[in-house]
C-alpha cells in the first residue's frame, strides 16, 4: 500500500511500449497515492525526430513518472529514456520495464537515464516501493526549507585506492571553492589519517566520543570536539591510539550524523573499508555514498562485491556513484571493463597523480586549488557539480588495453 500524503501532487503518467493491461495497473497503483494523476499511453518509442505531443497537463505537471518496455528494442527504449530526461529535466523519473535481467541491458538503461527497474511479469507491490520513495522525496520538497545539510560518504573497495585522500580534498574544495561550511569525519575505529593529510592535531577529542555523548549534544559543547584546519575546514578525528576504543552504537551514529547535518552545509565521511552495522547506519543518512577503487584487479574485485552489497540494500542503489582514482596509470583496466565486471556506470574519473598526492600527505598540505594539474582540474569539476554547478569533468580515457577476468564477476 502507497503512503497516503495529504499534499495533492499533479502527477503525470507517461508509458511507452507497454501493454494495455500494465498501463492500467501502473496508473492505478499512482492513483492509489490519491495523486492528481495525468496518463498518457504511446505505443511507438518516441525520441528527437519522432516527437508526440505531449497535452498541456502532462506539461504542467509537477513530477512525471515515465516507463518503458526494453524488450522490444533496447536501442529505441535508451533513445527515448534519454528524450524524456531532456525533455522533463528535473521532474520525471524514468523506470525501464524488461522481462530480461541481463545486466548488460541493465546498464544501458542507467545510462540511458532510467534509475528503477520493473520485472515481467508485472508486479504492483514492486511498484508500489518506489511510488512510496518518491512520496517521501515529494513530501519532503514540499515542505517548509529549513536547513539541512548533505551527507557525502567516502567507502573504498579497499585499502591504499586514495579515499582518505579524495575525502581530504573534496572537503576542502568545498571550503576554499565555494565558501561550504563543512565538516570532515574520519570515521575510521582507529589510526585514521584525515588530520596526518591535513596537518594538523586532532589528537585531543575525536568522533567517537561524539557519538557516545549523543543524548547531549547540542552546538555549543560541538565546538569543543571539533579541529580546526586555517582554511575554516572542521574536522572530528579518529583516535590516534591503537586497541582503546569499544565499538560504536550503530542508531547513535546515525542520530549524531543527523545532527550534524543541521549544523554544517556539508558533512564529508571518510569510512573504513569494513561494512558493518555502522558504516551500514552511515550509509543509510547518507545523500550520496562514494565507492572508490583503482583500476586493478584486486581493487575492481572487491567493488564488484560492495556493488553486489549495497544494491540489496533499500535506497543504497540510489545514492550509490562508483569513483576510479588512477585512470591513467599506466597498467589500468579499462573503465569500460570495470563498468562490465561490476554491472553499474562509472561516474567519476580522476587521473594518476599519486606521486604529487603523496608529496601532498607528507606534507600536511592538500594540493592547491590554484594548480593546473589535470587532477586539480577534474577535481574542481566534481566539487562543482556536488554544489549544484552544471560543470562536467572531461573524461579520461585509459589508452592500455586489458582483460575481464571471471573472478570479478
Known amino acids: 500500500m502507497v503512503n497516503k500524503n495529504s499534499a495533492t501532487f499533479d502527477v503525470a503518467v507517461i508509458t511507452v511500449c507497454v501493454s494495455p493491461e500494465t498501463t492500467e495497473e501502473i496508473v492505478q497503483a499512482v492513483e492509489s497515492a490519491r495523486w492528481a494523476v495525468t496518463a498518457s499511453n504511446f505505443e511507438a518509442y518516441i525520441s528527437a525526430v519522432r516527437r508526440p505531443y505531449f497535452g498541456p497537463q502532462i506539461n504542467a505537471a509537477k513530477s512525471c513518472i515515465a516507463v518503458v518496455d526494453f524488450d522490444l528494442d533496447p536501442d529505441q527504449a535508451v533513445e527515448t529514456a534519454k528524450y524524456l530526461q531532456g525533455l522533463f529535466p528535473g521532474k520525471v523519473t524514468v523506470m525501464a520495464l524488461a522481462e530480461s535481467r541481463d545486466p548488460d541491458l541493465l546498464l544501458r538503461a542507467m545510462r540511458g537515464g532510467c ?22 522525496q515529494w513530501s519532503a520538497a514540499a515542505a517548509p526549507a529549513h536547513a539541512r545539510g548533505s551527507i557525502l560518504t567516502f567507502l573504498g573497495s579497499k585499502g591504499g585506492v586514495g579515499t582518505t585522500t579524495l575525502a581530504v580534498h573534496m572537503a576542502m ?52 570536539y571539533i579541529a580546526k584546519h586555517p582554511s575554516g575546514l572542521e574536522v572530528l578525528s579518529s583516535p590516534d591510539i591503537c586497541g582503546a576504543m569499544k565499538p560504536l552504537d ?111 600527505a607528507n606534507l600536511g598540505e592538500p594540493i592547491s586549488l590554484k594548480g593546473k594539474s589535470e587532477f586539480t582540474t577534474q577535481f574542481m569539476n566534481w566539487a562543482n557539480t556536488v554544489v549544484g554547478s552544471t560543470a562536467k569533468a572531461p573524461e579520461v580515457q585509459a589508452k592500455t588495453k586489458s582483460k575481464i577476468f571471471a573472478m570479478w564477476m
Open 115 to 136: 534509475t528503477e527497474f520493473l520485472h515481467k511479469p508485472f508486479h504492483r507491490d514492486a511498484l508500489n516501493d518506489t511510488l512510496n520513495r518518491l512520496d517521501r
Open 173 to 224: 574544495y568545498l571550503v576554499q571553492s565555494h565558501k561550504k561550511r563543512t565538516l570532515l569525519i574520519d570515521h575510521h575505529p582507529e589510526l585514521g589519517h584525515a588530520c596526518v593529510y591535513l596537518g594538523i592535531d586532532g589528537s585531543k577529542y575525536h568522533y567517537q566520543e561524539v557519538v557516545r555523548n549523543v543524548n547531549r549534544l547540542d552546538s555549543e559543547l560541538l565546538k569543543g
Open 250 to 360: 550503530a542508531g547513535g551514529v546515525a542520530t549524531t550524523l543527523e545532527f550534524l547535518r543541521g549544523e554544517y552545509d556539508y558533512v564529508i565521511v571518510d569510512c573504513p573499508t569494513s561494512m558493518d552495522d555502522t558504516t551500514l547506519a552511515v550509509i543509510d543518512v547518507s545523500t550520496s555514498v562514494y565507492l572508490v577503487a583503482t583500476p586493478d584487479v584486486g581493487a575492481i574485485r572487491d567493488l564488484a562485491r560492495y556493488v553486489d552489497h549495497l544494491t540489496q540494500i533499500d535506497g543504497a542503489t540510489q545514492k550509490m556513484q562508483v569513483v576510479v582514482n588512477r585512470v591513467s596509470s599506466r597498467y589500468a583496466v579499462n573503465v569500460e571493463h570495470i563498468e562490465k565486471a561490476i554491472r553499474v556506470p562509472v561516474a567519476i574519473q580522476l587521473p594518476n597523480s599519486y606521486a604529487e598526492l603523496v608529496r601532498s
